[in-house]
């Protein structure tokens, strides 16, 4: 979604603004803009386009201190120069900028309309700044907190006034907002990577809060001008973490990263020879999990295919119902939550909006609520009854990866920890930890041989409609690996579960077409093999990743992707990483931004 920062102090704000835009560009990143109140004026550039575009257009030797900065992903009116942020009120002295949709805009607008007030946008957004306008009497933060008792739907907004310089006001309703506390001076954001190369202190703001920020001072209130005490908290994230380090995309990064990321996802967390798994976040709810008559884990995109590896787990290991459900669907259609019912929350931002309404719908409905999710401090960690840090560091490519074999690792955890104070043996939990110990290694192991899936990438990156078939634990990966294609390199492509395929999308295949198989040793082997003929005998062509060793296989496929031989329910953490290659190099090859692909966003804070 849009990225916000603010910067108030005693240095001249456009260049730590601009910084930190540049961070929260994979949040969205259709247009850009910023305000600098300069004296008793204010400055604003705002363009269509990557910052780039707006980076033309400044004047980088402005000396104001204060000021707010944009990066927009289109909600409301299409991205041009009048659509992107900030929005200026009619009098042009208050600027707005804003995250998030303003349900009741277009009610807003035909009232400050007929009230004589013109706009210049398509924009939700510029009706608030008309309407904090029209409240306007000299206290900007009054105003401001008049303005959002009349608007309903999601925000996080920063607004200053050219009459009160040194000032920004800040709130939030629904999306993320953060203020970073400096000698001297305070900034804002949306997420801590725009902030870190200043200070790695930083207050959350909560829903319903607002914040009146100087050089010198926060005052926190909610919307009822309350005041508000909060403590000041610790990022735990280096810098060096958010920097591209030498590798061309973030997304190459986070793929190679993953065995070290891993490594720290299970350290202190695991003891092999005991089949132990430790998991400080769950203490206090152990006996209330154990006793769980049902899980529902739910999430979006990437972290709903993770959740659904999950629900295999937790049935093999723990053997209660469970249930994966999409975030979006389920906050809606009036869910049956029952006695024992335990909602988990999947998310590596954990600030999708879908995601958070589905745990705050099945905390009203009286479910117990926990969360796996990846960035410390944000509104699902803090709005759960407890819940699972991944600690793999932050994701900025906007492809997840790292972060879905760390969710799934995460959730074989919490499986193995619930498991074991049910039916699970120590001998099988031992067997099952051991496995997972050895993860990080193969997976190291596979990455020695990325350049296999480039041939294949090259092979293929013209083909626009492609298959990927599982089986088993290895359904959800063919779902990953179909849409780490779709959403980099803009290749159709459909993930099915392999046997689904007979009933209808086999008539999709026809003569070269690429169908890539999950074919590992196991359960399933002998019926994949079965969808590998079928397959073959309509002319698709096979890319089948499959187990170190088997020869088999090569008879049947045009491609072989091998991958370390690990216990089944473990496999998602292998075979997923050859996918993710593949895709990563067939968008290099089709020109695609791998980073940021066009029309999406790292963090969805929108429904
Ligand atoms: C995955 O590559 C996508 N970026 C997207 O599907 C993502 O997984 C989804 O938006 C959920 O995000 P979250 O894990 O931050 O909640």
Not at 302 to 317: N, P, Q
Request: aromatic share 6%; glycine share 8%; net charge negative.
């Amino acid at each position: 979604m849009c990225g916000i920062i603010g910067y108030v102090g005693q240095r001249p704000a456009l260049p730590i603004l601009i910084d930190g835009l540049r961070r929260l560009e994979y949040r969205g990143y259709d247009s850009a803009g910023v305000a600098l109140v300069d004296g008793d004026k204010l400055r604003v550039s705002k363009s269509a386009g990557r910052l780039s575009v707006l980076e033309q257009l400044l004047d980088f030797k402005a000396t104001s201190t204060t000021g707010v900065g944009h990066t927009r992903w289109a909600t409301h009116g299409a991205p041009t120069d009048a659509n992107a942020h900030p929005h200026l009120d009619a009098t042009g002295r208050i600027a707005v900028i804003h995250n998030g949709q303003i349900e009741n805009a277009s009610a807003l607008r035909t009232y400050l309309e007929r009230q004589g007030f013109v706009f210049r946008s398509e924009t939700d957004t510029e009706a608030l700044a008309q309407l904090i306008s029209r409240f306007y009497q000299g206290n900007l933060e009054q105003a401001v907190r008049q303005a959002l008792h009349e608007i309903s739907g999601a925000y996080a907004i920063a607004v200053v006034c050219a009459d009160e310089p040194g000032v920004i006001v800040a709130a939030r309703n629904g999306g993320p907002l953060l203020i970073g506390v400096g000698k001297g001076e305070h900034l804002l954001a949306s997420d801590a990577a725009a902030i870190l190369a200043h200070t790695s202190q930083v207050v959350y703001l909560s829903d319903g809060e607002m914040a009146r920020i100087t050089a010198d001072h926060v005052s926190l209130t909610t919307l009822d001008a309350m005041p508000v005490t909060k403590d000041v908290e610790e990022i735990e994230w280096s810098l060096d973490e958010i920097e591209l380090s030498g590798y061309d995309h973030f997304m190459l990064k986070e793929i190679t990263e993953q065995p070290a990321a891993l490594e720290n996802c299970l350290r202190g967390r695991i003891e092999p020879r005991a089949g132990a798994v430790h998991l400080g976040g769950l203490v206090d709810c152990t006996r209330e999990l154990t006793r769980a008559k049902r899980f529902i884990l739910t999430g979006c995109g990437t972290a709903w295919h993770a959740a659904l590896v999950g629900e295999y787990l937790f049935e093999e290991l723990i053997r209660t119902p469970t249930e994966t459900e999409y975030a979006s669907e389920f906050r809606y259609r009036n869910p049956v939550i029952d006695d024992g019912t335990v909602v988990i929350a999947v998310s590596q931002s954990g600030e999708t909006a879908d995601t958070l309404a589905a745990l705050v719908e099945a905390k009203q409905r009286g479910a117990a609520v926990l969360g796996v999710v990846n960035v410390v401090g944000s509104s699902i960690a803090r709005e759960t009854d407890a819940g699972i840090y991944l600690h793999v560091g932050p994701e900025i490519g906007v492809a997840s990866t790292k972060a879905f074999t760390a969710q799934v690792a995460v959730l074989a955890m919490m499986a193995c920890y619930l498991g074991r104070r049910k039916h699970l043996s120590p001998a099988a939990a031992s067997q099952f930890i051991t496995a997972l110990a050895q993860i990080p290694k193969q997976i190291a192991d596979i990455l020695e041989r990325a350049d296999q899936a480039k041939i294949v990438a090259e092979r293929y990156c013209g083909m626009e409609n492609w298959l990927y078939l599982g089986r088993g634990y290895n359904y959800p990966v063919a779902l990953e690996g179909a849409l780490k294609l779709k959403e980099i390199s803009y290749i159709h492509a459909e993930g099915l579960p392999a046997a689904e395929m007979k009933h209808g999308p086999i008539a999709l295949i026809h003569e070269g077409m690429p169908v890539v198989v999950i074919a590992t040793a196991g359960s399933q082997y002998d019926r994949i093999s079965n969808n590998i003929a079928q397959v073959r005998a309509r002319g698709g062509s096979i890319i089948a990743v499959a187990t170190e060793g088997d020869r088999e296989i090569a008879k049947l496929a045009e491609h072989v992707l091998y991958v370390p031989d690990t216990i089944e329910p473990l496999q998602p953490l292998l075979t997923v990483v050859p996918l993710q290659l593949i895709a990563y190099h067939a968008a290099l090859l089709r020109g695609c931004n791998v980073d940021k692909p066009r029309n999406l966003a790292k963090s969805v804070t929108v429904e």
